[in-house]
């Protein structure tokens, strides 16, 4: 039998989970966990590049992602699952990468400067840009390398960091003559993004998302209050489900050919309204997320299970990263 590929990917602990992160990222997880040997890990250092100074829900956040994580079946007995600061040799490994990663390489990191954009718009006064912050995308390559992944499931946002990283490993491959690390690739998410409610971007500070752990009454309400097809007055007016960007394109994501063809007909027939579509949509989301939904209130009510699940999964990370430590301190020739 050939060696599972490596697969690392992470996420910031930014609290409750949607939908968005559901299809755009946990499904795809889910899937591949089976593919590939993998880490997940919950970035709370990167959390802490930006938020340096509102760590009082930190915890918090870090559990609710663990929690939706485990019930959207992202499994432990498939997936090394650790908290990124409780595997303390990819901290260590940063300091290598940051000595060998020019200045301006990180400088010219497109995402980087978005964050420093939203930084400053934020009002943050003191904070404009911390040297933590300019470090993200090398602590990003430390993450990559201290597993020696061969690739990286991530949105096309976070490709010039995969690209980042092959670039910090040729040049640590380089100086320390060593073909040590192997030169990760993205391995992209076919996913479409999930639109939020209003039809904007999914996100949680639009408040505009729908959350896994929300209950079935908040869900219905929430989709119930979604924009349609603005030309359509009466019940009975031929509906267009291409102007109906938000609720056709829920259908299209929660339902299997056969109904998505059922709403358009009668849509541009009018001969469905669209409150009656929507309730009719808000009952089959809630159906699919009822399994996720109450695995995640019996984790919910045993946090004591998810820090355990938390802990093996670092303890277990952190004997694999020590092992590339070690080939990292001897190539670099360290005392
Ligand atoms: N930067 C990623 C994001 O904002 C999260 C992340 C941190 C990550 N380290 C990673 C993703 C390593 C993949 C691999 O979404
Ligand atoms: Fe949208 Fe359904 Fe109304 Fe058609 S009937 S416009 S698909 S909500």
Redesign the pocket.
Known sequence: MTEKKRIVSGMRPTGKLHLGHYFGVLANWKKLQSEYDSYFFIADWHALTTKFDATDTLCDNVLNVALDWLACGIDPEHSTIYVQSMVPQIAQLHIYLSMITPQNWVERDPTLKDMARALREGGHSEAQVSYGLLGYPVLMSADIMMFNAHYVPVGVDQIPHVELTRDIIRRFNNTYKTDFFIEPEPLLTQIPLMKGIDGNKMGKSFNNDIKISDDEETTTKKIMS?I??RS?LRRDDP???E??E???DY?KIFSDEVKIEE??G???MGQ???????RE?AKRVNELLAPIREKRRQLCENPKVVREILLEGSQKAQKDAQIVLDKVKEVVRMY
């Open positions: 979604a349609t097809d359509r509906g267009h489900p102007d109906c938000v609720v056709f259908w709403i358009e009668l849509c541009r469905i309204g669209c409150a009656q579509c929507k949509l």
